[in-house]
């Protein structure tokens, strides 16, 4: 089974510039994740989409960043613009479903660095 | 608000050794637990979990214990090998927030051959 695909896998900008990252899910799941993991601390959840719905967005910064998941597969997500402290590892994740029981399955991530 | 802590940044054991590593929380609403396990560069990768209904559940080398009483969850590795050496995320979550995740900090674990 394929795991879960990012890209890019790093990428530098500038501050006010826009950045965009891509995610497709492993095959078949339904429930997909967005988080973000600032060096030195744990994941913190950004977005949570159940097919192409949104279940949870209430830690999104609404005002720079924003997701979408139009056919309930692949999900962008984008900073616009990028600040200094959005420097982190952004990592997608999916399950088959959004039960708490449901293993969630993360990709590598992509690294992001604001100059 | 850190809901989940892992007070230990390291820790270093010898191969063939026990490894415990360990993980507080204060959310009481908490009913479900999950270790996960990242290598540099790559995405975490669910290694075992726990209901809050049961107070041990053992997976191979690895055994989680909860103390609900206590707000607290370790995991032991027994025994340790040097691909163990990862850093290992605690996480929970509970039924009223659905499947979101609340992680710790992480704790880097190094086995020493």
């Known amino acids: 089974e394929a795991g879960v695909a990012q890209s890019p896998r790093y990428k530098i900008i500038e501050k006010r510039q826009s950045v965009a990252f891509w995610c497709n899910p492993i095959?078949?799941?339904?429930?997909l994740y967005w988080y973000q993991q600032i060096l030195g601390q744990g994941p913190k959840l950004l977005i949570q989409?159940?097919?192409?719905?949104?279940?949870?967005d209430s830690q999104l910064p609404k005002d720079r960043f924003s997701a979408e998941r139009l056919k309930g597969v692949d999900s962008t997500l984008k900073i616009q613009p990028a600040k200094l402290e959005d420097s982190a590892v952004y990592l997608c994740?999916?399950?088959?479903?959004?039960?708490?029981?449901?293993?969630?399955?993360f990709g590598d991530g992509t690294r992001l660095s604001i100059l | 608000d850190q809901q989940v802590k892992q007070n230990s940044p390291s820790l270093s054991v010898q191969e063939g050794r026990i490894s415990i590593l360990n993980c507080d929380y204060t959310?009481?609403?908490?009913?479900?637990f999950l270790w996960y396990k990242k290598y540099p560069a790559e995405g975490p990768t669910f290694l075992i979990s726990?209901?809050?209904?049961?107070d041990k559940n053992e997976d191979g080398r690895f055994t989680v214990f909860l103390n609900k009483s206590a707000k607290h969850l370790s995991l032991h590795i027994v025994p340790s090998q040097p691909g163990d050496s990862a850093v290992y995320f605690c996480?929970?979550?509970?039924?009223?927030?659905?499947?979101?995740?609340?992680f710790g900090e992480g704790t880097q674990l190094t086995v020493n051959p």
């Open positions: 726990i209901s809050s209904i049961k």
């Open positions: 994740a999916s399950s088959s479903g959004h039960e708490i029981n449901q293993p969630q399955h």
């Open positions: 959310n009481s609403m908490f009913d479900y």
């Open positions: 996480a929970a979550s509970a039924i009223s927030s659905g499947s979101r995740l609340t």
């Open positions: 095959s078949g799941h339904a429930t």
């Open positions: 989409f159940q097919n192409n719905g949104v279940v949870d």
